[in-house]
């Protein structure tokens, strides 16, 4: 995807590299009523990148696959975080994007 095509809104989204999963838990919890920590972790461990914005969202995204997770306080960080994980994942090689090898 051509960065000159994504909004301006995605490009404060930001790669990180140190995860925090106290805060991410906790956004998760406002959001669905309760966490993801131990699914966020296997997935960063499976090659996922995490991609936040601020304490307002988060998503994980697997290069040449999918989006794997987006949450968000709300639908400009949801659009924000959306963009810029399309743009991590480029051309998806066609596979249904799950971590269980059995659903391949």
Known sequence: MARSLLPAVAARVRDDAEPHFEQMATLSRAVRGAHHTPDLRFALRQGGRLLTLGERGFAIA?????????????????????WR?????????GRNGSLDPRSE
């Open 85 to 93: 994980a399309l743009e991590v994942v480029g051309e998806n090689d």
């Open 62 to 82: 697997y290069p040449g696959r999918g989006v794997w997770i987006l949450v968000a306080r709300d639908s400009e960080v949801a659009s924000a975080l959306l």
